[in-house]
């Protein structure tokens, strides 16, 4: 099996890496502008989190954002896509990478359950009511 991996002292081909470079720059464009024109095809110009409208002449601030966060996943009914504002784009990334590194298991999930309030910061207010007087 042959291997890529360049052995010790051996010179690195410049071209061939520029080449390589380019072409994965221009499968990758290639590849967003064409799931980016299908979910604004499919989906209407609304992000799907805060519900901002969006128009021709502020288009470019709505993204395409994968659901399962793989951007090569890009099914053509658009089931793993959902267009979102540049700021919801960004939180649910920040969301995301918090949960992969584990900072916090409900980090940027809402309870399903409200916890019971534990400190009443007016239980001691008789006595210091009577220490004031």
Not at 2 to 15: A, H, L, S
């Amino acid at each position: 099996m042959p291997t890529n991996r360049r052995k010790p002292g051996q010179k690195i081909n410049q071209n061939k890496l520029d080449e390589v470079v380019a072409k994965a720059r221009r499968e990758a464009e290639s590849r967003m502008r064409g799931y980016r024109e299908q979910s604004l095809r499919l989906y209407p110009w609304v992000c799907a989190r805060c519900g901002r409208e969006f128009t021709r002449a502020n288009l470019h601030e709505l993204t395409v954002h994968h659901k399962d966060h793989n951007h090569d996943n890009n099914p053509s009914d658009g089931s793993n896509w959902e267009n979102l504002c540049l700021y919801c784009h960004d939180w649910e990334h920040q969301k995301y990478s918090h949960l992969v590194r584990g900072v916090d298991p409900d980090f940027g999930r809402t309870p399903t359950k409200a916890k019971p309030a534990t400190h009443n910061p007016f239980a001691d207010l008789k006595e210091r009511m009577k220490k004031d007087t």
